[in-house]
């Protein structure tokens, strides 16, 4: 982030000045990974079953984790696939009903005495 300003995410959202440079690290590192996906979306029938599969396997075992983990990374994925205007219809179920399977689960946080 090179010019401190709160992006649309941040600001929908309500991220407090203080936490923008660490909620915007996260979300543009959750942006490449969707992008990422994007591109195997697009290019599926160039790359072929076996390729889109161990993408499938890698959002499925690496990225879905890594989002469920981060209260921050969670909520800017809920805000992309409720909000819908940045995926295209075809990419949304693709990303839904193959991959993620909808939100990713909360994590509980549980309280230790």
Not at 67 to 83: G, V
């Amino acid at each position: 982030m090179r010019h401190d300003v709160k992006g649309p995410y941040a600001h929908s959202l309500k991220i407090s000045d203080e936490q923008v440079k660490d909620f915007t690290g996260k979300t543009v590192m959750m942006f490449y990974q969707v992008n990422l996906l994007r591109d195997v979306f697009e290019q599926r029938d160039i790359l072929g079953e076996g390729v889109v599969s161990s993408y499938e396997g890698w959002a499925k075992t690496i990225l879905r984790p890594w989002i469920n983990d981060d209260e921050d990374i969670r909520n800017s994925w809920s805000l992309m696939l409720e909000s819908r205007d940045l995926l295209g219809g075809e990419f949304l179920e693709w990303l839904t009903g193959h991959i993620v399977i909808g939100l990713p689960e909360k994590k509980s946080k549980e309280k230790s005495d």
